[in-house]
């Protein structure tokens, strides 16, 4: 059995099979994740597991060089935005519109479904190389 790290094992897998500038999505409850793209369902109930305690995790194992955020963060969800910026602060950012960042889900590996109720706690993350 793993000991540290991801233990769910779709998500472990998915992280494991990026290579430099794969995308990988981790969204609240309510984010819709386009027909073709794998969806990693590990919300349980509202708010379980949160957004951050997700994003923490995957940040564990993965190389991130970018992230692109819907621009309505700034205005709706500034707290999580915070959060964001401060778990990952050495990376490029970018923010588009909630409806550009839902089309560019189809592109991405995966899109992990939490249990987040607040809104646009959504984030694609790039990957970057380690070396």
């Not at 769910?8 to 969204?27: C, F, P, R, W």
């Not at 409850?29 to 995790?57: C, M």
Request: no cysteine; proline share 5%; glycine share 6%.
């Amino acid at each position: 059995m793993k000991k540290v790290g991801i233990l769910n094992s779709e998500l472990a897998y998915t992280v494991a099979q990026m290579g430099h500038k794969d995308t990988l999505a981790i969204g609240d409850a309510g984010l819709p994740v386009p027909a073709g793209t794998k969806k990693i369902d590990l919300a349980v109930t509202f708010q379980t597991p949160d957004f951050q305690t997700v994003l923490e995790n995957v940040l564990t194992e993965m190389q991130v060089e970018a992230i692109t955020l819907a621009e309505e963060i700034k205005t709706e969800n500034p707290d999580q935005l915070a959060a964001i910026l401060a778990a990952l602060p050495n990376v490029d950012v970018t923010f588009v519109p909630h409806e550009e960042f839902k089309q560019q889900l189809g592109a991405t590996r995966a899109v992990v479904r939490t249990g987040e109720s607040h809104p646009f706690a959504n984030i694609i993350l790039r990957s970057g190389v380690a070396f």
